[in-house]
């Protein structure tokens, strides 16, 4: 089974700060990606990384950037955080090849910026 | 622009009481449809992937149904432990990112 362990389930930091989110995954994947969840608006993709030291933009990458130097390793970066950033956010790792493969997700990070 | 809609936003079942969740998509060339359920606090999990009109799979009480313009995923004889949000996703054949729709949250009471 795919594992994909996100390092903290809740964090609360302060206005301002820079919050760095780890996920690991063990299946030797090349996709990784970052989602933000929030009540109404569903998932929506913040960057994804498709080798290491690659990425690409989402759909919402405004105050947030990535980095993946390790294969297994993608970190979600909110270089000055606000309290619009509170939210769901979910790590996924697909395999390579079509997109069509699923992308298997972690349990999340409950994240809080007061 | 993909878009993929999900109905109803909420459902109430009795135990037993089978019933359809629809996922409408509006995708350049569908190459896949997932679905997926997430339990409260938790990140999705992967269900069934959909490739073709007409295709379906099945899972203990669940199938999924895909047609040219929406899938569905139908629970038959529902249990307590089947309650949950299930989502729906698609890939376009020309892009490389899933777009999900807002999910249905099934409660299914004793």
């Known amino acids: 089974d795919v594992k994909v362990t996100q390092s903290s389930r809740y964090l609360v930091k302060r206005t301002g700060e820079k919050v760095f989110l780890e996920c690991v995954q063990d299946?030797?994947?090349?996709?990784m990606f970052w989602y933000r969840q929030d009540p109404g608006l569903g998932l929506r993709l913040i960057y994804f990384s498709y080798d290491v030291k690659m990425k690409e933009k989402g759909d919402i990458p405004e105050g947030y950037s990535v980095s993946r130097e390790k294969k297994e390793r993608f970190s979600l970066i909110l270089e000055s955080a606000s309290t619009n950033q509170t939210s769901m956010y979910l790590c996924a790792s697909r395999a390579q090849g079509t997109p069509n493969q699923p992308q298997h997700f972690g349990d999340g990070t409950r994240l809080s910026i007061l | 622009e993909d878009q993929v809609t999900q109905s109803p936003e909420a459902l109430r079942l009795q135990e037993g009481e089978s019933s359809s969740l629809n996922c409408s998509y509006t995708?350049?060339?569908?190459?896949?449809l997932f679905w997926y359920r997430q339990d409260p606090g938790k990140g999705p999990e992967f269900l069934f992937t959909?490739?073709?009109a007409g295709e379906e799979k099945e899972k203990e009480r669940l199938k999924a149904t895909l047609t040219k313009k929406e899938s569905f995923l139908h629970i038959t004889a529902p249990k307590p432990e089947d309650s949950a949000t299930y989502l729906c996703?698609?890939?376009?054949?020309?892009?490389?990112?899933?777009?999900f729709g807002g999910g249905t949250r099934v409660l299914v009471k004793p």
């Open positions: 995708v350049s060339g569908l190459r896949g």
């Open positions: 299946m030797d994947h090349e996709n």
């Open positions: 959909l490739y073709s």
């Open positions: 996703a698609a890939v376009a054949r020309a892009g490389n990112k899933l777009t």
